[in-house]
């Protein structure tokens, strides 16, 4: 099995939504002008032409020292994991993303997720890697492990809930309103129209602390949290409305 790097999307394809997951998350979509997109699933609704960000960027009770179940030799296609007594794993929760040793046998080695199902707490899980990218070092039981969703998984519109800032980093942008569960193109990179405030000028913005889903002037080392520190792009026809939407250029992910 093999999916492409980049699919090309004619105009009004990025505005697509849809309950069925159609390719896997961060597949990378480019439409003939140039923007850039990466598939994502909503987590809430999302407002078009918002920030959005990562649901979590750890993955509770996973993201550090998960024991492995069984010895996987070299060239092995799954692993298998204890998973916790406390936190159950819904099917194919970490699909896309990735699985990384992060201390014993194996260590510093790191995997992409194809699938994994549901599981029984306390049971062993088994996941399954994407064809080609098996095991290049044996693990054995000894091995701990980290899971972490795709950057795609389960994004929501950018919080600006506390003093400290937004809870992740910024993924792209919602060109179009979507629903919570459903999958859509995030726009990344290029030209598009994003809810702003507080900008008189031409130059580069960041996500705000005041208004969710809203993006403002850089003010790098005015803020007490470096995620809200992100640069996004460069505002491209700037206004000074909080109600309103500006053209930017995107620059998060090429």
């Known amino acids: 099995m093999a999916f492409p790097n980049t699919l090309f999307l004619d105009y009004g394809q990025e505005k697509r939504v849809s309950t069925l997951k159609?390719?896997?998350?961060?597949?990378?979509?480019?439409?003939?002008?140039?923007?850039?997109?990466?598939?994502?699933?909503?987590?809430?609704?999302?407002?078009?032409?918002?920030?959005c960000e990562r649901h979590a960027a750890l993955a509770t009770g996973y993201s550090f020292d998960v024991a492995v179940g069984s010895a996987a030799a070299s060239a092995a296609q799954s692993i298998y994991l204890v998973s916790l007594s406390t936190t159950a794993i819904t099917k194919d929760q970490f699909a896309d993303g990735y699985l990384g040793i992060?201390?014993?046998?194996?260590?510093?080695?790191?995997?992409?997720?194809?699938?994994?199902?549901?599981?029984?707490?306390?049971?062993?899980?088994?996941?399954?890697?994407?064809?080609?990218?098996?095991?290049?070092?044996?693990?054995s039981t000894s091995s701990l492990v980290s899971l972490a969703y795709s950057d795609y998984f389960d994004v929501n519109e950018s919080s600006a809930a506390s003093a400290n800032?937004?809870?992740?980093?910024?993924?792209?942008?919602?060109?179009?309103?979507?629903?919570?569960?459903?999958y859509f193109w995030c726009q990344t990179w290029g030209?598009?129209?994003?809810?702003?405030?507080g900008v008189a000028v031409i130059g580069h913005f960041m996500g705000l602390a005041t208004i969710d889903g809203a993006a403002g002037p850089e003010t790098v080392g005015a803020v007490s949290s470096a995620l809200l520190e992100q640069t996004l792009g460069i505002w491209a026809n700037p206004i000074a409305t909080?109600?309103?939407?500006?053209?930017?250029?995107?620059?998060?992910?090429?």
């Open 102 to 139: 992060n201390d014993g046998p194996s260590e510093g080695h790191s995997y992409k997720i194809l699938s994994h199902l549901a599981n029984a707490l306390g049971s062993t899980v088994r996941v399954n890697l994407y064809p080609n990218d098996k095991v290049q070092e044996a693990l």
């Open 165 to 182: 800032g937004r809870t992740d980093v910024i993924v792209g942008v919602a060109p179009v309103e979507v629903a919570d569960n459903q």
């Open 22 to 51: 159609a390719h896997p998350l961060g597949t990378r979509g480019v439409t003939p002008d140039g923007r850039v997109f990466y598939y994502a699933l909503a987590n809430g609704a999302i407002r078009a032409g918002v920030l």
């Open 191 to 197: 030209h598009a129209h994003v809810l702003v405030t």
């Open 242 to 254: 909080a109600t309103d939407y500006g053209k930017c250029v995107l620059a998060i992910r090429p």
